[in-house]
């Protein structure tokens, strides 16, 4: 609460220092509790929950409160028959409060889960896919043959279908249950970082493209200069292409990442139980798929939102004029 | 006699069958202005590309300081650091503030540290009169400022020989005379340059030479008063005609 007033109390001195950055907006806050309520949930229940020895999982805010208002005012709306329609609609959002409430702690490790396979593949993924793009741009015939190859094959096959071959038909899995770590305390099972190499496959070929399209675009007169004060061709790209094309690149980036962060959610079908697979195993056990799967739709919604107003916040940051659309 | 900084002996360029130069010989000492003059197409970029090798030779002979530039055991970036390039579209580094362009080829080539690179670099931003811009982008630039952005670019590698290449074609009128006065400057001070450029104005005044291309092959030869006011060849002749009727009617 302190925090909500300050921001909002009319300070002059305060407003001026920090400018633009604590002007309150609805989607700022929502998405600010969102990340508070992650993070502490992770807290409690793999930091706090070990050195004190409490239960994992147990609920923020307790279900009782909301299910005893939703009885009272349920057996209050009785009487007035089709009249009271509004008071039972209030009655069956605080009955979904309730099952929220209880549900919630499961599906903020799924949203943990979702986090970390979508940060580490798109992070691999890039790694991957720079190399690649400036193979297709500047490599010699073979080499952009290769890549080309290699895009084109994965693009060109169905995700889970990648993901099954990873899983089903390597020895994978094997070898990643044999690393030590693996599955032990908050690091995840095998089958999720099976998920991250397949994801991390998948994206590299589409960041790559992106990328590709975005280093031709750059002017070739940019890499003669560079060449011109004694680079090489391998530095002119670097220090001068590859800054240029990934500024070019972000827009179209930045829907990778959303992409990802939904494709994600085939990792359940090879049992990690990231936020799909962990929504869809208590659905399967309750049948409450309706109040499950609006939470969830929630719940992804505030991570794409998120990950749109991060890569707003670094297209801004890094804009230069003159280097692709510049917004005013 | 000493040796020429740069010597260019028989050079023989083409592009597919279609020869662009044919046989091109020429000598610059220290602190030399040559000024290459031509109609368009008749090679001059394309000499110039050479000596930096931004375009590989077919035959000849292309010597900086006594030392082969066209060997296939050259090292190219060795020999570019020793020549410096300003280009017709001044293709300065978009994502880079004016100081950075300036700054980029001394850390990265010479190995620089940052700071000294820094001081060096806005000395070479002062030389052309742009200190003041030095943390501007090149989009924040007008014509005039980034051609001199990229003629301090150039300076900054502490070149032996400076090529232009055309340095004021894309600019509009208004803004040749302070790009014309930066190399004006430097001609003073001395530096070596090979300038292809059909300012009239530069070349009366600042060149020690002026070579007249035509077809790939060097017609004429010799200080701007005589080849200006005394050409000895027919096709010089009618070329300076047809750039004065343009110079007056522009």
């Known amino acids: 609460m302190s925090t909500a007033e300050s921001t909002t109390s009319p300070n002059p001195g305060l407003r001026d220092r920090v400018g633009t950055v604590f002007t309150v907006r609805p989607l700022t806050v929502g998405l600010a509790l969102f990340w508070v309520w992650v993070l502490a949930r992770w807290t409690t229940d793999f930091v706090l929950a ?19 208002t939703a009885d009272s005012v349920a057996s209050f709306a009785a009487p007035f028959g089709a009249a009271g329609a509004p008071l039972l609609w209030l009655a069956d959002t ?18 943990w889960t979702t986090v970390l396979l979508t940060v580490f593949s798109v992070c691999l ?53 044999g690393v030590p770590g693996v599955g032990v305390g908050f690091v995840p099972a095998q089958a999720f970082w099976v998920a991250v190499i397949s994801f991390t496959l998948n994206s590299a070929a589409y960041q790559s493209e992106y990328l590709r399209a975005s280093l031709e675009s750059v002017d070739g007169g940019q890499l003669t200069a560079a060449r011109a004060i004694g680079l090489s061709k391998l530095e002119g790209i670097r220090y001068v292409v590859v800054p ?63 990950a749109s107003a991060l890569m707003d916040r670094v297209e801004s940051h890094t804009a230069t004029a003159g280097v692709g659309h510049t917004r005013q | 006699m000493t040796q020429p900084l740069l010597s260019i002996d028989d050079l023989h360029k083409s592009y597919g069958s279609e020869e662009v130069l044919e046989g091109v010989g020429l000598e610059m000492d220290k602190g030399d202005v040559t000024v290459l003059i031509g109609p368009s197409g008749s090679g001059k970029s394309t000499l110039l590309r050479c000596v930096n090798r931004l375009t590989e030779i077919n035959s000849g002979r292309i010597a900086l300081d006594g030392q082969d530039v066209t060997g296939a055991d050259t090292d190219v970036n060795e020999l570019r650091k020793q ?23 001394p850390k990265k080539v010479l ?61 509009d009128p208004e803004l040749v005379g302070e790009v014309v006065e930066v190399m004006r400057d430097l001609a003073a001070e001395g530096i070596t340059m090979l300038v292809v450029s059909h300012e009239m104005d530069f ?27 005394n050409p000895t060849a027919d096709r010089t002749e009618q070329f300076l005609s047809r750039l004065h009727a343009h110079e007056e009617t522009a």
């Open chain 1, 50 to 68: 070990g050195v004190f020895g409490l239960d994992r999982g147990t609920p923020f805010v307790p279900a009782a409160p909301f299910l005893t």
């Open chain 1, 94 to 111: 605080l009955q979904f409060a309730a099952d929220a409430t209880a549900y919630l702690p499961a599906l903020a490790h799924g949203v």
């Open chain 1, 125 to 177: 993924g890039f790694m991957l896919a720079l190399p690649l793009s400036v193979v297709r741009v500047y490599g010699g015939r073979w080499a952009r043959w290769l890549a080309l190859s290699y895009t084109e094959l994965i693009r060109g096959t169905p995700l889970l279908a990648q993901l099954f071959v990873l899983y089903f038909a390597t020895s994978l899995t094997q070898v990643l249950r």
């Open chain 1, 244 to 306: 240029q094309g990934l500024r070019l690149a972000l827009p179209s980036w930045t829907n990778e990442l959303v992409y990802l962060i939904k494709y994600s959610s085939l990792a359940s079908f090879i049992t990690v139980q990231e936020l799909y697979g962990r929504t869809s195993t208590i659905a399967n056990e309750t049948y409450q798929y309706t109040e499950l799967f609006v939470l969830v739709a929630i719940l992804y919604l505030a991570l794409v939102v998120s």
């Open chain 2, 83 to 105: 020549v410096g390039m300003v280009f017709q579209d001044f293709n300065l580094f978009a994502h880079l503030t004016a100081l950075e362009n300036v700054t980029l080829g």
């Open chain 2, 111 to 171: 190995g620089m540290d940052g700071a000294d690179a820094e001081e060096a670099g806005r000395t070479h931003l002062e030389q052309v009169g742009l200190l003041e811009q030095a943390d501007s982008y090149p989009a924040e630039l007008s014509g005039g400022q980034k051609q001199r952005v990229g003629i301090a670019r150039a300076l900054a590698m502490d070149p032996e020989l400076l090529l232009f290449d055309e340095p004021t074609s894309a600019l």
């Open chain 2, 203 to 229: 070349a009366r005044s600042a060149a020690s030479d002026i070579v007249f291309l035509d077809d790939g092959e060097i017609v004429e030869h010799g200080p701007p008063e005589q080849l200006f006011q």
